[in-house]
C-alpha cells in the first residue's frame, strides 16, 4: 500500500518501522487529512497544499480513482455531455501539488488520538482534519426502497455507474411509457437537481429515445421548489404534457415503491412504470456520525472556519455541514473549502486569516440552450453562514439571455474543475 | 469624479457577458484610483473568483482574468458594483466589495501572468 511519498524517503530502518506499523509516520511537518475528494475535499486540499507552499503535509482520501461529478450529470443523462467529460482523475492533485492522494475508504476516526483509519488497516495522523464526505442516504426513507433494490430503481445522485444505469432505463422505455421520479425532503444535496433531471429526461425520451409521447410523474413530499416558477414555464414550453408533478398538497409526500413489482403507489394510487428513480432522503456521509460530530443528520459547524463545533480540529464542507443559508451544492463546498484552507493554514503555519466570506451559484438546464441560474453571496455570523444577497433568473427572460446562461455554465464547470483538480 | 473614457472594442475585448449593456464612459471616484491594494488579500478574495475564472484557456462567457491591466479590472468590478454592467453573478460578486477589496483583486490579478 502507498501510503505517503514523503514517508518512503527516508533510512532504511524508518522504511522498516512503517512497513512493519501500517501507521503514517509523521514528518515534522503539520498534517492534514481531508476525507472526501469532491467539490469540497479536492479544493481544500489543493489550496491548502499549494498555498502553504509545502509546510504542510496534505493527504487526500479518496475511494474512486476517477471521480464523476455530480452536477452536470444531468446533462449527461439529457445527451449534452458525455460521461467522460465529467470524470476527474488525481493526477495533478499529486504530481502538480504533492498531496499524497490515498485511494481507500475512511472507515473510523480517533478524535483523541488524531488518527483516521483506513479500510485497508492503516491508520493516517493529522493535526487538522477536513471532512468532505458528501451524502449518504437515510434507510427506509422511501417505503419500499433501500440500497438493494438501487439497481431497479436507481438514485443516480452519485454520479458514476448509478448515472449510466438511469439513463440507460430511460432509454428502454417503452413508446408511451411511464417514467416516475421520487424527490426528497429539504434539505438535499443540489436542490435544484431533481427537476432538472426530469427536465433532462425529457429531453431525453423527446429528442434522442424518439419516445415524445413517454410520461414522466414526480413524487414530491415538498410543496415548492428550487427556481419551481421557472422549470415549471420550460415544462410547458418544451416538454407540454409530458410531466406530471405531484407536490405535497396532493399527496406527493405519502409515497411507496415496490422494485420487483415495478410499481409507484402515490397517495393510494398504485401506477405501473417502466423506470424509476428514487432520490432518497438525505444525510452527511456515514464518516462524519463514526467522528461522532453530528447532531441529527448534519455535521454542525462554524461559519467563520467551517470547524466542528464539537470537535475543532475537525473542519466539516459541503453537503455533510450544518452551516445555515447555503444550499448543499457544488460551488457551496468550493466556496467552503477556501474558508477552510485558509483557517488551517494560519492554524498550522500562523498565515494570514482574513474575514470569511462566500458565494454560491446553480446552473440548471431546462432545454436545449435554455439555462436558468440562482446565486447569492454569504458572510459568516457567529450563529451560521448568513445569506447576504441573491439573484435568480425571471420567467419569460428571452432566448438570447438564456443561452447566454447555458454557455456561461459550461465556462462555470471548467472554471470550477480546474480549480478542484488542478 | 474621473472620467476614463475606454473603445467600444477595447471593452469587448474584456469579454463582456451576452446580453449585458455597457457604458464606454464610466466615472471612477478619484479616491479609488489613490488605493494601493493589498495583494495578500486579493488574493484570498480572488480564490472566490476563481472558481469560475480559469488562469488558461478562458471561455467566451466566463474571460480569462489573470494578467488583465489593474484599471481595466478596477473599472469593470466598479461597474458591475454600481450595476451599470449587467449580468446578475457579477453584479452579486462585486455588489459585496469595497473600494479596497476592488482594488485588492484587480492589483492580484494584475500581478498573473
Known sequence: ?422 | MLKYLFAVQTVLLLGFYPGSVHSDEIDLPVEILNIDGDPEYGEYLASDCKTCHKSDGGGDSIPNIHGRPKIQLITLLYAYREKIKLNPVMQMQAGRLTNEEIVALAAYFEGLN
Open chain 1, 1 to 422: 500500500m502507498k501510503l505517503d511519498r514523503r514517508n518512503f524517503i527516508g533510512t532504511s530502518a524508518a522504511i522498516a518501522a512503517a512497513m512493519a506499523a501500517p501507521t503514517v509516520m509523521a514528518s515534522g511537518k503539520p498534517r492534514v487529512v481531508v476525507v472526501g475528494g469532491g467539490a469540497g475535499g479536492a479544493t481544500a486540499a489543493r489550496y491548502i497544499a499549494k498555498d502553504s507552499k509545502g509546510a504542510i503535509d496534505v493527504t487526500l482520501v479518496e475511494p474512486t480513482r476517477n471521480y464523476y461529478t455530480c452536477f452536470f450529470s444531468n446533462l449527461y443523462i439529457g445527451g449534452f455531455r458525455s460521461l467522460d467529460s465529467i470524470g476527474h482523475s488525481y493526477g495533478n492533485l499529486a504530481t502538480e501539488y504533492g498531496i499524497n492522494v490515498v485511494h481507500d475508504w475512511a472507515v473510523g476516526i480517533d478524535r483523541g488520538s488524531k488518527t483516521v483509519t483506513l479500510a485497508g488497516g492503516a491508520t493516517v495522523n493529522y493535526d487538522r482534519l477536513i471532512l468532505s464526505p458528501g451524502i449518504d442516504f437515510i434507510d427506509g426513507s422511501v417505503e419500499g426502497w433501500s440500497i438493494n433494490a438501487q439497481n431497479k430503481m436507481p438514485h443516480a445522485y452519485k454520479a458514476g455507474s448509478q448515472t449510466e444505469l438511469l439513463k440507460a432505463q430511460i432509454e428502454a422505455i417503452p413508446q408511451g411509457g411511464v417514467f416516475a421520479l421520487v424527490a426528497p425532503p429539504n434539505p438535499y444535496r443540489c436542490p435544484p437537481g431533481p427537476y432538472e433531471r426530469v427536465s433532462m429526461t425529457a429531453h431525453l425520451l423527446k429528442y434522442h429515445a424518439n419516445n415524445p409521447t413517454a410520461k414522466i410523474i414526480v413524487a414530491d413530499p415538498k410543496p415548492k421548489f428550487s427556481k419551481m416558477g421557472l422549470f415549471q414555464e420550460g415544462w410547458g414550453n418544451h416538454y407540454s404534457g409530458m410531466i406530471d408533478w405531484v407536490g405535497s398538497e396532493f399527496g406527493g409526500g405519502n409515497v411507496s415503491v415496490d422494485p420487483d413489482a415495478m410499481t409507484v403507489t402515490i397517495d393510494g394510487e398504485v401506477t405501473k412504470v417502466d423506470a424509476c428513480n428514487v432520490i432518497p432522503a438525505m444525510k452527511a456521509g456515514r464518516i462524519c456520525e463514526i467522528a461522532g460530530i453530528t447532531e441529527g443528520n448534519w455535521a454542525p459547524v462554524s461559519g467563520h472556519t467551517m470547524q466542528s463545533r464539537v470537535d475543532e480540529n475537525i473542519h466539516v464542507l459541503g453537503d455533510a455541514s450544518a452551516q445555515g443559508d447555503m444550499p448543499k451544492s457544488g460551488y457551496s463546498a468550493n466556496s467552503q473549502a477556501k474558508v477552510a484552507a485558509m483557517a488551517v493554514r494560519g492554524a498550522l503555519t500562523g498565515s494570514k486569516v482574513f474575514p470569511a466570506k462566500f458565494s454560491n451559484t446553480c446552473w440548471s438546464l431546462v432545454d436545449s440552450n435554455d439555462g436558468v441560474k440562482v446565486g447569492a453571496t454569504y458572510e459568516a455570523t457567529d450563529e451560521k453562514i448568513a445569506k447576504i444577497d441573491g439573484f435568480v433568473s425571471k420567467t419569460g427572460e428571452s432566448a438570447d439571455l438564456r443561452k447566454a446562461t447555458y454557455e456561461e455554465s459550461i465556462d462555470w464547470y471548467s472554471g470550477i474543475t480546474a480549480d478542484m483538480f488542478g
